[in-house]
């Protein structure tokens, strides 16, 4: 099992530091044969922390989570919790309201004071923090072409007032489009029924997902691991489209973002 270490700070209880990282004291114990047979520890001490086995559940998917998400939150890479749910193989997308196989797995303790060392579990925070432009995570998706056609909000288009969830960046056909972060392809395909025309998307480990629409070409197959940088796609003018450009959008766990707040 995977252990991790614990500096033993003052008040710590063999028994509260074994609660608090999910383990019994026995285990705690076999993890440090010198606490065999004592039963109180000095503050100071380095404990190793076993790792903890957690059974297989069921999951039932929140609205705006993707495997990626899960599978982080679950201490899973990607592969294990598909390979637990081949139904998704492939990049198929998991909607809210699927339940899904949460395989058995060995999570390591957290780590810190007494007050923070706490089991691991699956949790979804829904109002993470977009990164920072300082960050250097988002990378503008067409190199060298800036102008922006149609702002992320409300508009008229073909006189109908709609919400526009994304931004559109103007550049000749055939231009390069580039992935804006490291991540996975969750859809590579033609999509003209939603008006995106030919369409990429993306999903990324923090859950946020990425979408480049009315390409003239797919450079990106589905399933596909992408780096950040890596061309996925041609800028085009397919779909509903009123000239050549790349409609870019940007969401959290499928809420809309404004591209343009995180650059």
Known sequence: MAATSYRVQPGDTL?????????????????NPALRDANSVQAGRVLNLPGRVLPATRYRVKEGENLT???????????????????YAGGKPVWAGAVIQIPARTVAARTGTAATVRPAAIRVNSSAPAPSSSSGRWLWPVAGYHSISSDYGSRV??????????????????????????GRVLESRPDFDRG??????????????TRYAHLSANLAKQGELVTRGQP????????????????????LRWNPRDPLSLY
């Open 15 to 31: 028994s509260g530091i074994a609660v608090r990282a999910g383990v019994t004291v026995a285990q705690l114990r076999a993890a």
């Open 69 to 87: 998400v899960i599978a982080q939150r679950a201490g899973l890479t990607l592969t294990q919790l598909v390979r637990a749910n081949p139904k």
């Open 157 to 182: 288009l073909d006189g109908v007032r709609e919400m526009h969830y994304g931004v559109d960046i103007v550049a000749p056909t055939g231009t390069l489009v580039r992935a804006a972060r490291s």
């Open 196 to 209: 995106w025309g030919w369409t990429v998307v993306l999903e990324h480990p923090d859950g946020w997902i």
């Open 232 to 251: 996925i796609g041609r800028v085009g003018n397919t779909g509903r489209s009123t000239g050549p450009h790349l409609h870019y959008g940007t969401y």
